[in-house]
């Protein structure tokens, strides 16, 4: 009783006033470039927040951020700090591990952007515009897929709903961004230092990443593949549905600061021309077609920062089989491939009633 | 008789007092990136020149350059440039329409790095670890290959002789250079611009290169592709005399001065493992194998600069298909992809007699 009285007392949005149901929500990793995101996006997208928690290994506790123009200081994250929330947004590295027990058993959704429970079985992993049934079935946790993933899926999903798609190749262009805050000051002081004539050695990055291309994302597994080009077979594999869709991966960081751009080629069983193709993804939820190349239009990462969609240029039949595409996609990675998709999918909680009132 | 006394007297190599008969080169476009790199190379493979007669357009004439620690100063170029040459060796752009044929009546024979002629069937398309033998049927013109066609082929070859080549889905990462010094200067100077808050406007690319990417180089042709992606299609079946090699490419511009990535997916007939692969790669001429993932060994364009080979790591089997490999293949689009090749392709002439005495 108190409870609620509390909550709707620090209703952030005025969505109690509205006779919305107010979201009680905890970011875990808040001050970091995901949880700032996520907070900018919950505000953004106008997620009806009630009280807003922001939690963060101590070394960051007292930090001061801002939602809808309010002040909260951020908290180190404790079992307790989930008690009186509903939906726990976990930005990433191993905190879901060590609090999302605690969460769910104090009745929040934890919707997880890190990769430790993307392949249980019994987690849902969910991109809103491909597979939001999935979310129906959550036993607490549902985990946010890797962001190449992401990316890539929102564009094959209309294109495997008219054609069916058999295999993908897939090459990857990703922005330091994907490795956090850390990765972006590594390539803005490198750079830096190089224009000015200085040095500046890699930390976050195996290798100087200004002026370069390391083929090397996360760590070598089976076969040689990185965990993050695995990532992009399995977890496309859960996603989708459907395990016997071959898909293949290359991954690449490069010296762009935000949007991971991706060369997919794809062997459909029907065959889709590119206008065929171009109307279907521009039908698509989720996707915006930027594909004029006579007028110098496609999709780059420059420009595709700071938004919420998939943007596909380059639709191409490939005549090297009978029934092949090739589509050159560009999506921010921090908004669609982390902190958009984990609020598309506590939007997709609030609409099918999967909260704990 | 005068010419040949004049020839000996000016023989810069002291080729001539070796007993290897010297052989007289003029170079076209000489004062450019390429040119510069074919006075280079020329000097470092230690080709037998004789006379090296250096042209460019009226603007770069007059300019000096070094050979061998003599200066020589660039001419500008006419059909008089060709007298008493034996090879002449055209950097790119129209020069070779314009001169070509003069060249070819003084009796030169012209290794030509544009791509005027490249698809016409009078004239061989050499690279010469893959097809030495083609320059034995020239007509006068031999054309050099497109970089990113260059780098790709020199990879493909020893894998298509053991295993039969079906198909090839390539995905470029392509250096400034590429684009000449123009090139180079616009990424060099946009980078310094934004590092320190200014601003510097496209002129060589159609969009900002420094921290983007551009999916097009050269203008869109047929089917949406452009002129450089169908170059690494038509190219690539003349340069390994089979068109029914399946072949699809994407090509993109990123932030990176010097050397051209590609990830390579290939299809072949016959299975090959990876550690196949990797034997036969290692092998085969004009390949350095990078491949140690464990250990961070991986070919990078920053560290595969100013060097003739072309680089070759992340070997992995692609088992979505039957049989399938990944590769990453690296380049200096300039020395391999451009200068480096020419120069081969006059030792070729040399070395099977082409040449006129």
Not at 8 to 19: D, K, R
Not at 158 to 180: C, E, L, M, N
Not at 215 to 233: A, L, R
């Amino acid at each position: 009783m108190s409870q609620n009285k509390e909550r709707e007392h620090s209703c952030l949005t005025g969505a109690c006033q509205a006779g919305i149901s107010p979201v009680n929500v905890a970011i875990v990793g808040a001050s970091g470039a995901v949880g700032h995101e996520l907070v900018k996006v919950l505000e953004e997208r106008n997620f009806p927040v009630g009280e807003l928690r922001l939690c963060a290994t101590s070394r960051s506790a007292g930090k001061v951020m801002s939602f809808k123009g309010q002040s909260l200081t951020v908290e180190e994250t404790t079992p307790d700090s989930f008690t009186g929330m509903q939906v726990a947004l976990f930005a990433g590295g191993s905190a879901s591990k060590e609090f999302g027990p605690a969460a769910v058993e104090r009745g929040c959704v934890v919707i997880d952007n890190s990769s430790n429970f993307r392949l249980d079985p019994e987690v849902p992993l969910v991109v809103p515009e491909v597979n939001p049934g999935d979310v129906k079935w959550h036993k607490g946790i549902i985990a946010n897929p890797n962001c190449s993933t992401i990316i890539m899926v929102v564009a094959l999903k209309p294109i495997h709903d008219a054609a069916g798609i058999k295999r993908v190749v897939v090459s990857t262009y990703q922005a330091v961004s994907g490795a956090g805050a850390e990765g972006i000051a590594e390539l803005s002081g490198q750079t830096g230092a190089i224009v000015n004539g200085g040095e500046y050695p890699p930390g976050k990055f195996p290798y100087q990443i200004a002026f370069n291309l390391i083929p090397h994302i996360d760590v070598f597994q089976d076969m040689d593949y990185t965990k993050e080009e695995w990532k992009m077979v399995k977890e496309t594999h859960k996603i989708m549905h459907d395990s016997s869709m071959g898909i293949t991966a290359t991954t690449v960081r490069v010296p762009v600061y935000r949007s991971h751009s991706e060369s997919v080629n794809i062997e459909t069983n029907k065959k889709l021309t590119a206008e065929q193709t171009r109307t279907i993804l521009a039908q698509a939820p989720g996707i915006i077609v930027v594909d004029d190349p006579r007028e110098k239009k496609y999709p780059m990462p420059l420009f595709c920062s700071d938004k919420d969609e998939v943007f596909v240029g380059r639709i191409r039949e490939d005549n090297s089989i009978p029934s092949g595409l090739n589509l050159w996609v560009v999506g921010d990675q921090i908004r669609k491939g982390a902190a958009t998709n984990a609020v598309q999918i506590a939007e997709l909680l609030v609409k099918y009633g999967c909260l704990q009132v």
